[in-house]
Each structure stands twice: as C-alpha cells, then as structure tokens.
C-alpha cells in the first residue's frame, strides 16, 4: 500500500492524477492526500482557482489516519510538490513515524524545486529539502535542474551524472534516477539521456555504485505531468521487481517513450495543439502500455 502526498487537479493529470492510476494498474493500493486542490494545472493561459494544504492540514489528517491504524499497512509513501516549510516538516514527521520498525519501507521522494532554470518553490526550501527530506528517502527521482541544485555538481557528462549520484547517495538514499538529463554542448542535442544508480553496501561496510544509463530521443512537444508520472512508474516496478534495477529502468523509460509519443500524436491532432488542454497526458488511453511497456530502449551498464 502506498501513502501518495502530491497535487490535485480537477481537470487534467499532473500529480496524484498522473500518479495514482499507473501505480494501481501495477497492483498497489494508493491512499490519497492531496497538498493542493486546483481546478487545472498552473500552465494554462487564463490561470487556476483552487486551495493548498498547509502543514497543519496534513497533521491533521495523518493524525486521523494514524487513530485508526491506518498507516500501519503503509509500505511506501510517495512525495511530490512541497511548497512550504511547514508541510516539508510534516511529511518528515509521517516518513519518520511510518517507517519505523518496517525494514522493507521505502519512501521515494521526486525532489521538485524547478525545471529550466525556473524555481516552483521558495529557493529557500532547496536547503531544508537537501538536509531534512532527501536523508529519508530510499529512492530519490530528480531532474536536471534539481539535481544541480541540491548537488552543487553541474552535469556535463556522465561522469558528471555519477558524481552527482554519489552525492546523492552520500546523503543517504540508495537508488537514484536522474529522470532527464541534457549534456551541454556547442550543438543543440536531440537526445534526453537518463541515469541510475543503486549503492550496494557489503557486509564489511564497502560499497559500491551500480549504474545505468538509457539515451532516447526528444519526442516533439512539452507535456505537463510527466515527471510525476516518472516518479510513480518507477515506485510501481521496483515493488515488482525489488533486485532488478536494469529491468526497472527499461519498463520505465519505455513506457514514458510510449505514452509521450501517443500524447504528442493526440496534440497534433488536435485544432489548437499549443494550448495547455491539448498537452495533457494521453494516460488513460495508455493503460495498456503502462500494463505491458515495449522493449525498444535497453539499458547500458556504467562502469
């Protein structure tokens, strides 16, 4: 069972919405709280209406959930979206309290500041997110920007990418997805390559970093949702297969190769394909890939 703390949207499928139906199609029961409850995504033309949860909201219901011997069948929480002191300080009470005496508990947080150079949240949560959240996490799913941000490592290459890793590592979570990574060069590139690695502990307390990258192509358009639903997918096999990061990596990649190939068919189709609504996920009409994902894109072993 999994606790999935993210983002509502009424309309649209960011967040929960992105989140919830793929990690139920992979056999997980998903209880839900949303930290916000929005009519739309914040990136349509005529703006959103809505309410966002505070830390108090979450305490509040964590504490019915906890009355009740609810969070004692929890074995994964799922983190999105945190925009605010308070609420980090209460989703770092429920992974403490949940996680307790449960060896086989994993809490992936998706660390999400910003993308391209833009912050989401107050810059100021970068430091309480990097000292208070990510030593939680088991499974730690950031993009680029992210990355460099809560790192200090600017990727450049993939050894850039297995430092940036180790770093993460080193703050405590042993699995590591960075989700979309772009390597700066003269030359616009027109590849996306995504990188994971696994810290493997012996029992004389050395160690070592098990990596994998899978380099796929840009696909046309920009789709809202997509690291959510990244994060979810990856959550979602790893409980399928616990000791197979390779295999985790391949149905994930390929099943977002997939679905984003099909939102950008249905966006061209559509009569106006730059508006926000024609850009949202294809995610119900790709039930069937995220239950049986292609095999076109393989994996490579890092050494």
């Known amino acids: 069972r999994v606790l999935s703390i993210q983002s509502h949207v009424v309309s649209g499928y960011v967040g929960n919405k992105a989140a919830v139906f793929p990690l139920q199609l992979l056999g997980l029961d998903v209880d839900v709280i949303n930290s916000v409850q929005f009519s739309n995504h914040t990136g349509y033309s005529k703006g959103f209406k809505g309410s966002v949860m505070d830390g108090d909201g979450l305490n509040t219901l964590l504490s019915g959930l906890d009355e009740n011997g609810l969070l004692e069948d929890i074995q994964y929480i799922l983190t999105g979206y945190i925009g605010s002191a308070t609420f980090l300080a209460a989703i770092r009470n429920v992974v403490l309290k949940v996680k307790a005496g449960k060896p086989n508990f994993r809490y992936l947080c998706d660390p999400v500041l910003g993308d391209n150079g833009k912050f989401y949240v107050p810059p100021e949560l970068v430091g309480l997110m990097k000292s208070d959240i990510i030593p939680?996490?088991?499974?730690?799913?950031?993009?680029?920007?992210?990355?460099?941000?809560?790192?200090?490592?600017?990727?450049?290459?993939?050894?850039?990418?297995?430092?940036?890793?180790?770093?993460?590592?080193?703050?405590?979570?042993?699995?590591?997805?960075?989700?979309?990574?772009?390597?700066?060069?003269?030359?616009?590139?027109?590849?996306?390559?995504?990188?994971?690695?696994?810290?493997?502990?012996?029992?004389?307390?050395?160690?070592?970093?098990?990596?994998?990258?899978?380099?796929?192509?840009?696909?046309?358009?920009?789709?809202?949702?997509?690291?959510?639903?990244?994060?979810?997918?990856?959550?979602?096999?790893?409980?399928?297969?616990?000791?197979?990061?390779?295999?985790?990596?391949?149905?994930?990649?390929?099943?977002?190769?997939?679905?984003?190939?099909?939102?950008?068919?249905?966006?061209?189709?559509?009569?106006?394909?730059?508006?926000?609504?024609?850009?949202?996920?294809?995610?119900?009409?790709?039930?069937?890939?995220?239950?049986?994902?292609?095999?076109?894109?393989?994996?490579?072993?890092i050494e």
């Open 136 to 301: 939680l996490a088991d499974i730690v799913t950031p993009n680029q920007f992210e990355v460099e941000q809560l790192t200090g490592v600017s990727i450049l290459s993939l050894e850039d990418a297995k430092k940036a890793s180790a770093a993460f590592h080193d703050l405590g979570p042993p699995i590591v997805f960075l989700t979309s990574l772009e390597f700066r060069t003269e030359e616009p590139s027109d590849t996306l390559t995504i990188f994971a690695s696994q810290r493997k502990h012996s029992k004389d307390t050395s160690y070592h970093d098990e990596v994998y990258s899978i380099e796929v192509p840009k696909l046309q358009g920009a789709f809202t949702g997509t690291g959510d639903l990244t994060a979810a997918l990856i959550l979602g096999h790893l409980h399928q297969h616990p000791d197979n990061l390779k295999l985790v990596m391949e149905k994930v990649i390929n099943t977002m190769q997939a679905v984003i190939q099909r939102t950008s068919e249905a966006t061209n189709a559509c009569k106006d394909p730059k508006s926000a609504k024609a850009r949202e996920l294809q995610l119900i009409q790709s039930k069937s890939i995220i239950e049986n994902p292609p095999a076109t894109y393989e994996a490579r072993k």
